[in-house]
Structure formats: C-alpha cells, structure tokens
Nanobody
Framework: QVQLVESGGGLVQPGGSLRLSCVAS????????MGWYRQAPGKQRESVAN??????TTYADSVKGRFTISRDFAKKMYLQMNSLKPEDTAVYYC??????????WGQGTQVSVSS
C-alpha cells in the first residue's frame, strides 16, 4: 500500500505555469505506472499524463507540448504545466498502478486558470 500526496496547485493567469508534485509514502521504484489525472466540475476524470517505470511517457492530446511528466524513482513525481489555459482548470490527482492491478489515488490539488 502507498499513500500519495499532491501539492503545487493554485490560481494562475492564462499563459502561466505551475509545477505539481506527488510525494509517495514509500519508494515508487516498484510502481509500474504513475500518472496525473484531472477532473473538472461536471466532467469525468480524465488521464493527463503517465510515466512508466522505464521512463516512457504518454500525454493527452490536449496537453501535448505544454505539460511534462517526470519522476525521480525515489518517492516523487512531477507535472510541469506551461502555457496554461482556462480549460486546464480542474482538480488534479496523482495515481499509482502496480503490475498486480492495485492502484492508489491522492486526495487531489486544485488548479485554477483565470484572469
């Protein structure tokens, strides 16, 4: 079992940047895939970016070229978000999936993009 805690959310103007962090309660080395998801009001939770244990990354089309996911293979994962748009406003969640199918979620951090 692993606990995940996100931080780094906040209010930013369009075109601005934020860096989200996800800190795990134990080493993330054995986690197969870690990712960031988001959920806007009235919408379903959607995948934003994922990174595998070997460092392979995938991104939603809506954030390609603007967001970058990374992990330090110790206890932290990050999401660098640049050129933020109002439609990026959502609660962002950290997710961890093990090969045995178990997955865990953080409590979420609010990102608001508005002028």
């Amino acid at each position: 079992q692993v606990q995940l805690v996100e931080s780094g959310g906040g209010l930013v103007q369009p075109g601005g940047s934020l860096r989200l962090s996800c800190v795990a309660s134990r080493s993330i080395f054995s986690i197969y895939v870690m990712g960031w998801y988001r959920q806007a009001p009235g919408k379903q939770r959607e995948s934003v970016a994922n990174i595998t244990r070997d460092g392979s990354t995938t991104y939603a089309d809506s954030v390609k070229g603007r967001f970058t996911i990374s992990r330090d293979f110790a206890k932290k994962m990050y999401l660098q978000m640049n050129s933020l748009k109002p439609e990026d406003t959502a609660v962002y969640y950290c997710n961890a999936k093990y090969l045995n199918g178990l997955q865990y979620w953080g409590q979420g951090t609010q990102v608001s993009v508005s002028s």
